[in-house]
T-cell receptor, first 113, second 115 residues
Framework: SQQGEEDPQALSIQEGENATMNCSYK?????LQWYRQNSGRGLVHLIL?????REKHSGRLRVTLDTSKKSSSLLITASRAADTASYFC?????????????FGKGTKLSVKP | GAVVSQHPSRVICKSGTSVKIECRSL??????MFWYRQFPKQSLMLMAT?????????EQGVEKDKFLINHASLTLSTLTVTSAHPEDSSFYIC???????????FGQGTRLTVV
């Protein structure tokens, strides 16, 4: 069953605005990862945050993790039309291999020029 | 970063035939490879986990006789969809990891269409 649940399911914004996507999960995790998928293409790894980290930055991306609430957020600042894609969170638990990820349903982001 | 190559990127086959999808780790040894399936507008669902030299572990509901997985070397895993049916049409993605990685490296995906 799906563990990660992203919201919103779809998000439409203007170029230059910030986009925030949230992810909730149910069980204890080792780390949480965010991926991007352009339509019909493979996944691109964006950022990984470990369970003992609270915030991480990578370029225009900022990820937060609240293990007490079992939630994470992905913020894309100063969005661009090229950021249009689906974004997935994925969790890796303590018991499984690092590659055994459980994916959420994703947020479809549309950035209008 | 590590590179995982998946081939083919697109394939169309007739019902009843078999299709093989390859997943290769190009610059690292992948002790574990994972196969996912993605239906349109939905998230990835893990189908099976394969460890080099041993039988794959399939997720509940995935038919192991239909989706044959072979992980014969540390750089190659294959997924064979046997007796393909239109319902098998989907996007299949592999990922690979080794003991030292903390992220999964994904292939580009394969769009399978069964007609």
């Amino acid at each position: 069953s799906q563990q990660g649940e992203e919201d919103p399911q779809a998000l439409s914004i203007q170029e230059g605005e910030n986009a925030t996507m949230n992810c909730s999960y149910k069980t204890s995790i080792n780390n949480l990862q965010w991926y991007r998928q352009n339509s019909g293409r493979g996944l691109v790894h964006l950022i990984l945050i470990r369970s003992n980290e609270r915030e991480k930055h990578s370029g225009r991306l900022r990820v937060t993790l609240d293990t007490s609430k079992k939630s994470s957020s992905l913020l894309i600042t100063a969005s661009r039309a090229a950021d249009t894609a689906s974004y997935f969170c994925a969790t890796a638990d303590y018991g499984g291999s690092q590659g055994n990820l459980i994916f959420g349903k994703g947020t479809k982001l549309s950035v209008k020029p | 970063g590590a590179v995982v190559s998946q081939h083919p990127s697109r394939v169309i086959c007739k019902s009843g035939t078999s299709v093989k999808i390859e997943c290769r780790s190009l610059d690292f040894q992948a002790t574990t490879m994972f196969w996912y399936r993605q239906f349109p507008k939905q998230s990835l669902m893990l189908m099976a986990t394969s460890n080099e030299g041993s039988k794959a572990t399939y997720e509940q509901g995935v038919e192991k006789d239909k989706f044959l997985i072979n992980h014969a070397s540390l750089t190659l895993s294959t997924l064979t969809v046997t007796s393909a049916h239109p319902e098998d049409s989907s996007f299949y993605i592999c990922s690979a990891s080794n003991d030292r990685n903390t992220e999964a490296f994904f292939g580009q995906g394969t769009r399978l269409t069964v007609v």
